[in-house]
């Protein structure tokens, strides 16, 4: 039986997130969840497993926080989920969740599709789905904002800067989708209770053989505000307070 592997990750709340006066980062009171962007990439997989009527498999790769995500993710369709549980996972650089990754996928059968998120709502590095594709030598394609499969090809149309691009490529292959691949359905109840009857397969790097050993590290970690003018055109007609605007927007080049 064919399967499509989701790959998502367990990510801080944005909303949790408090920046304090010297800009540090407070992330005391930040909850987990499973990043936005990989709800997308999980109903792809669920959508894609069902062309192929195969099994739409989660993957993740995660400290012991994330051991409540298998749930989530579960009850958003898929069959079953793989956990790979260790506390490095906080420090991994892309090369190392990669290596983590492609290294589970390796012990998983009859692999079609891997299917990623063009990038986590946390980091947005976009580096997960090219590397597992260069490590498992797979073909990839990325920014895909629709896919179609016929048999063993699957079309995927791109979104770029200014244009559409139609590609074809031959199963089995990774695919980094974007949100608008397809709406992330908020699970019903249903769903919900019957995620905890299904299967996770729980992994530690031990058992995976593989180097977590970070390539590159954060020195620094602080909040951004953004310093607004505060101009208000409020003179004249709208015409009058419109060209104003315009010409506010030339002059600082935004225009």
């Given at each position: 039986?064919?399967?499509?592997i989701?790959?998502?990750?367990?990510?801080?709340?944005?909303?949790?997130?408090?920046?304090?006066?010297d800009?540090t980062?407070?992330?005391?009171?930040?909850?987990?969840?499973?990043s936005?962007?990989?709800?997308?990439?999980?109903?792809?997989a669920?959508?894609?497993?069902?062309?192929l009527?195969?099994?739409a498999?989660?993957?993740t790769?995660?400290t012991a926080?994330?051991?409540?995500?298998l749930?989530?993710?579960?009850?958003?369709?898929?069959?079953?989920?793989?956990?790979?549980?260790d506390?490095?996972?906080?420090?991994?650089?892309?090369?190392?969740?990669?290596?983590?990754?492609?290294?589970?996928?390796?012990?998983?059968?009859?692999?079609?599709?891997?299917i990623?998120?063009e990038?986590?709502?946390?980091?947005?590095?976009?580096?997960?789905?090219?590397?597992?594709?260069?490590?498992?030598?797979?073909?990839?394609?990325?920014?895909?904002?629709?896919?179609?499969?016929?048999?063993?090809?699957?079309?995927?149309?791109?979104?770029?800067?200014?244009?559409?691009?139609?590609?074809?490529?031959?199963?089995?292959?990774?695919?980094?989708?974007?949100?608008?691949?397809?709406?992330a359905?908020?699970?019903?109840?249903k769903?919900?209770l019957?995620?905890?009857?299904?299967?996770?397969?729980?992994?530690?790097t031990?058992?995976?053989?593989?180097?977590?050993?970070?390539?590159?590290?954060?020195?620094?970690?602080?909040?951004?505000?953004?310093?607004?003018?505060?101009?208000?055109?409020?003179?004249?007609?709208?015409?009058?307070?419109?060209?104003?605007?315009?010409?506010?927007?030339?002059k600082?080049?935004?225009?």
């Amino acid at each position: 039986m064919s399967q499509v592997i989701a790959c998502y990750k367990w990510v801080v709340d944005e909303a949790d997130i408090r920046i304090n006066t010297d800009l540090t980062v407070d992330l005391s009171k930040a909850k987990g969840k499973i990043s936005d962007y990989d709800k997308n990439a999980i109903e792809a997989a669920v959508q894609a497993a069902a062309s192929l009527n195969g099994k739409a498999i989660g993957l993740t790769f995660g400290t012991a926080e994330a051991k409540p995500s298998l749930k989530d993710a579960l009850s958003r369709g898929l069959d079953e989920a793989w956990y790979i549980n260790d506390q490095q996972a906080g420090q991994a650089d892309g090369a190392g969740t990669a290596r983590a990754l492609a290294a589970a996928i390796k012990r998983m059968p009859d692999v079609s599709l891997i299917i990623c998120a063009e990038g986590a709502s946390d980091t947005y590095a976009r580096q997960t789905a090219p590397r597992i594709g260069a490590l498992l030598d797979l073909p990839v394609v990325t920014s895909a904002g629709k896919i179609e499969i016929s048999g063993n090809t699957l079309t995927a149309v791109r979104i770029l800067d200014d244009c559409l691009q139609t590609v074809k490529v031959e199963l089995p292959a990774v695919i980094a989708v974007l949100p608008e691949i397809n709406p992330a359905p908020i699970p019903g109840l249903k769903a919900v209770l019957a995620a905890g009857k299904k299967p996770v397969t729980e992994l530690k790097t031990q058992d995976l053989g593989i180097d977590l050993a970070p390539k590159t590290s954060v020195t620094e970690f602080k909040g951004y505000i953004m310093n607004r003018k505060n101009i208000i055109f409020n003179e004249g007609q709208t015409a009058d307070k419109v060209n104003a605007l315009a010409t506010a927007l030339r002059k600082e080049g935004v225009l």
